[in-house]
């Protein structure tokens, strides 16, 4: 995460309560636990990685002290010689453990639109093939009570429906995954994990960081430098999974890094009952890695403790005020080679059964002469039926009471309470449960300028880089921007409401206006614009619904509108008429068999790029036709590519003499948290073909030996066939069985889109009888 300051900006102003500075020359204390370095995400070829478990087990104790092998879900369901995967991995951390040198951990990846999930020490696992809602996730883990962790929250894989909170499963999803990747610098921690870790925590989720490389190749816990810090009583397995159960962890971009972090002689991970005050104990050690900087972050302020800048080695101790009756720290280290250390929180809260949490100020930049709201999460951590009275204060005055009832584990989301005008200032609300204080929250109130937008961000929103760079902006020119957190209706002072339609992808009943915004939107006397979104359906049920509303389809046209100038901002290139072809991967065709397709692009007006690196791409398409060995950064080039706007059309073939490239190129779709992945196997048919079984004819298209697809959530099949048939041509077990014949099916990504074809069709031996689609469906250049 290199973005610190604009995290901090985010915040009250950095300041220190620094009450008592003890020497580093006192003694170390006698520390119970020791640290150990692991990597707790990895895959082998029991789903798309390579390799056995036995073999990453054994690569992985050279170079950590744990490795979890946790391969998808949806691959574990074909065994393995007539035995579950699940407990042949298990079994394989079972032999491959050493007391004392190494521990083996068995777990499985669940991924699904909301997010990815890693469930440790189970043979049971949850598919998103049958239950691929967030909700459905929660509820199965809270019946087999394992342990879990949120992996990479982002954008890319989905950050869980923004960490939608369910109080029983926080007692099992212990872990949060903010540094991942597998490529060879350890730079693995990014802002947007950090500042998701920081929602999660804001939720009410007690996560512990850790920092994993997620490897899919043979350099299980070699890839990099990147590892979790665990804290340990021994280096044997049960006290390995009585750390990570406790939160005991912390995430390194350095694998020598020692940190100790305790609150009143309590170990990091801890949750301590409220006191007003708390002494910190920090101790970090990495001999010839001095430190940059040092903070505490902690939910209401952050502190920087400058003294400790230059050090290798430190010791640190200090009192804490304890502003809130729910308040969490953590500290978080920047090494002056610019790599990054999160400790696991500590958490202080009252003994009250209830919580409140996940507190919003709507406006989110109120200014005088603006009706403020609070919206918040209340919910019961008890394991019975809880009546409490909550009352809120502003300012130290009793402005709301109710008496709340709440059964085991209940929770009431976004609970509303309207404040009122408020003066220009700070204003400070307090949340009381039985007269004892859970939270509080600081309401800074301005004077206004200029517009205020009122952004639409609860229905799935497709808010994009490009859009939140043009609001950023519109703010420099002296207007105010707030996003709706409650229901989009009542929001006074607003000039302009702006909802960015849905995104591709997502759950419906997140999509769907309410009939009390409905009516409020019709009724808006401001200007309501409508900034189309990926999802093409739901752009056209809000155009119905919001007749009174301008329709723009582009942040350009939107930019016009608000007045905005977008020069000089980060202009896309994705618009040029350019279609570029991979030919630095062992592709199938090279250009000398592209003639066709490439005389019928230049006639359209594109042109065409053969490349060998898959950098800079900013033209409308890119082709890889059964592709292999993609760098780490060139697929994160391809995933940039399609979510700014490009089209990829990507290709494989049978797995015939082993010919087709399936890990390399799922790998690519799964970070684009692709619907559709390549199946390994050979599509034949014996009516519907052009000489012979492999040959296949299937929507007037020929295809010279597929693969099939695997579909797993919302894409559009373009190409199937009832008559054609899968095999496993290489006879390695691995090909998955479907019900149908899939080969071609597109779905949108980003503000780009993806075809995913079973094999490329468009060589100048195909080309001609190929054309219509080629010309009317790949290129949509009738």
Known sequence: MKGLNTTV????????????????????????????????????????????????????SKYANVLAVTDHCYFLKIPVNGQSKTYLTQQAARNATIPGKFVGLQGFEWTAGSGH???????????????????????????????????????????????????????????????????????????????????????????????????????????????????????????????????????????????????????????????????????????GDPVSKVYIFSQSKIYELPELSGKDEFQYSATFDIVDGYEWFFVYIIQKDGNEIVSAPVWFETDSPFRVNYVRVGPEKPSVGQNVEITFDIYNVAESYEQRTLTVLLNGKSVYSEKISLKPYGIEYDKNIQLGKLEAGDTRVDFLIDDKNVQSVVIKVSEKRGLTVLVDKLHENDVGDELLSLLRKFEEQGNTVIFADTVLKDYNDVDIVLIPTPKQGGLDFFKDLMPDEVDWLREFKGKLILLKGSDEEYFGKYSELLQNASVVTSVEELANILGVSLTNSTETKQHRKVVYIDQGHSNDYYKDKLTKLEAFLKVKGFEVAYIDKLQNIDGMYLIIMNGKGYLDDEVRNIVSFVKNGGILIITSKSDYNNGGNTEDLNAILDALNSPVRFNDDQVVDEINNYGANYKVIAGNVRFYSPCSLLLYGNAQVLISSETAKSVDSDGKNDAQPVDKIILAATFKSGLGKVVVLGKAVFSDFDYELNKEFIQNVLFDVK
């Open 9 to 60: 900006s985010m915040k009250v102003s950095i300041a220190m309560v620094l009450l008592l500075l003890v020497a580093t020359v006192f003694a170390l204390p006698n520390f119970e636990y020791q640290i150990y370095h692991g990597n707790l995400h990895s895959h082998t070829s029991y789903s798309d990685g390579r390799g056995t478990p036995e073999q990453a087990y054994a690569h992985a």
């Open 117 to 287: 999930i890693n469930v440790y020490e189970t043979l049971e696992f949850i598919s998103r093939d049958e239950r691929g809602d967030l909700k459905d996730f929660y509820e199965w883990i809270t019946k087999v009570k394992k342990l879990a962790q949120f992996n990479h929250p982002g954008v890319t894989f989905g950050n869980f429906q923004d960490f939608w909170f369910w109080p029983e499963a926080d007692k099992y999803v212990n872990l949060i995954e903010i540094g991942n990747g597998n490529w060879s610098s350890a730079d693995v921690i990014s802002g947007e994990m950090f500042n998701n870790f920081i929602l999660a925590l804001n939720r009410g989720w007690h996560l512990s960081p850790t920092a994993n490389q997620d490897n899919h190749k043979e350099n299980w816990a070699s890839a990099n430098d990147a590892r979790t810090g665990i804290l340990a009583k021994s280096l044997i397995y049960e006290d390995i999974m009585e750390a990570l159960w406790n939160r005991r962890t912390f995430a390194s971009e350095d694998k020598n890094a020692k940190l100790y972090f305790y609150a009143d002689n309590n170990i990091m991970g801890s949750i301590l009952p409220y006191r007003e005050k708390a002494n910190f104990y920090i101790y970090y050690s990495d001999k």
